[in-house]
């Protein structure tokens, strides 16, 4: 109606909702303002209250300080400017004491392990072992040593670790008590040929079966017998079952001019057991090398005859080496030994150890002196050549 009257309505109008438009805006303003206010009176809370947390900390921090950052305060910390010594830090080994229990690399995570290496070869004993920053005295880094009482006894290129270079080198170091089979290196390590398994008499203080022939001898001869290594993997046998009837052919020897000892002895076993054994003979006492054609033991001064080789001087007398004097040209009149040799107290044929070859009669005595003849290749009888 005021409007009416006033005959200007419209722009009264217009006029009015402007001035509601910026009441509004104003409102809106104001209202922002207000708020902004509270936000930012709610933010200066906030800040002083950082503050206070701040000036807190660095309050506690000052009265015990962290200076290595390592999360123990210094009045924990042994040493407080290095961030990798603190209490219950690994030990490492740094020469540093990382766990402050007052020593230094103790019980280290990374000790490496350090073994006893008693017969300073450069291998230690693996069953003797320590952990140490430090080389212990007497240690090596380098395990596998199978005898540590043996310099000459480490493992070879290929890891093999023979106990020693003889049965004897064995039992002297401690590492063989009782009779079996042991690996030995005869030519030593890396040397010569492979480590070979050998028999072993422990109770003999270390003799090594060196030689085992036996009865069961299919086209061969042995009028070569103990030169060069031969057929060492059959050594392994040993004496009793290489005599015994169901063993198979034996034939082997180590090089008895190369091999390391000092004494040697002869043996006969029949059906497993030992029948004969001789007395101990010097090596020095040896008058040619094995091998040769001849007689390697001539009665002075062990009173035994040992003559061998092959056929052409056994049975025909030709190229006997170092012929004693009064000795026959062949070996104590043979004529049918073939390749063989003959061992006794006698310088008569067939008194002793009689072993034909096959290019003759083809038979061994069973034993010592017995007479009775094992033909070839029936088993039952080995002859063995122990050294020590």
């Not at 310099?151 to 079996?180: F, H």
């Not at 020897?253 to 390391?260: R, S, V």
């Not at 034993?367 to 003849?373: A, L, Q, S």
Request: aromatic letters at 8%; glycine letters at 14%.
């Amino acid at each position: 109606m005021i409007a009416s009257s006033l005959g200007c309505g419209d722009d009264i109008v217009e006029a009015s909702a402007d001035s509601d438009d910026e009441i509004g805006d104003s409102g809106e303003s104001q209202g922002s303002e207000e708020s902004g206010e509270s936000e930012s009176g709610e933010g200066e809370s906030a800040e002083g209250s950082g503050e206070s947390e701040s000036a807190e900390t660095e309050t506690t921090d000052a009265s015990d300080p962290d200076a290595d950052m390592d999360g123990v305060p210094a009045s924990l910390d042994c040493d407080d400017d290095d961030p990798e010594v603190y209490p219950g830090a690994e030990e490492i080994c740094d020469e540093k004491d990382n766990d402050c229990d007052e020593l230094v690399d103790n019980d280290a995570v990374d000790a490496p392990l350090w073994y006893t290496d008693a017969d300073m070869d450069g291998y230690g004993d693996e069953s003797s072992s320590t952990a140490s920053c430090l080389q212990p005295p007497d240690s090596i880094g380098q395990g596998g040593d199978c005898n540590d009482n043996d310099p000459e006894a480490y493992p070879d290129a290929n890891d093999v670790c023979a106990l020693g270079r003889t049965c004897k080198a064995i039992y002297d170091s401690g590492a063989g008590i009782e009779d079996g089979v042991y690996l030995i290196d005869p030519e030593g390590v890396d040397e010569g040929g492979e480590p070979v398994e050998v028999w072993c008499d422990m109770t003999e203080e270390g003799m090594t079966a060196a030689l085992i022939i036996n009865s069961v001898n299919e086209g061969s001869d042995v009028g070569d017998f103990g030169d060069g290594y031969v057929e060492n993997q059959q050594l392994a046998v040993g004496p009793s079952l290489a005599s015994s009837e169901v063993s198979d052919g034996v034939q082997a020897w180590l090089d008895l001019n190369d091999f390391e000892y000092t004494q040697l002895r002869l043996a006969a076993y029949a059906g497993g057991d030992e029948g004969y054994l001789s007395e101990w003979i010097s090596r020095d006492d040896l008058r040619i090398d094995f091998g040769q054609n001849g007689y390697l033991l001539y009665n002075d001064p062990n009173g035994y005859y040992w003559c061998g080789g092959a056929k052409s001087y056994a049975d025909e007398g030709e190229g006997q080496v170092n012929k004693p004097a009064g000795a026959y040209d062949d070996c104590k009149t043979h004529n049918n030994l073939g390749s063989g040799w003959d061992f006794s107290e006698s310088t008569e044929r067939n008194m002793g150890m009689t072993a034909c070859g096959t290019d003759g009669a083809g038979w061994m005595f069973r034993n010592y002196e017995d007479g009775f003849k094992i033909n070839y290749p029936d088993g039952g009888v080995a002859y063995v050549v122990w050294v020590r």
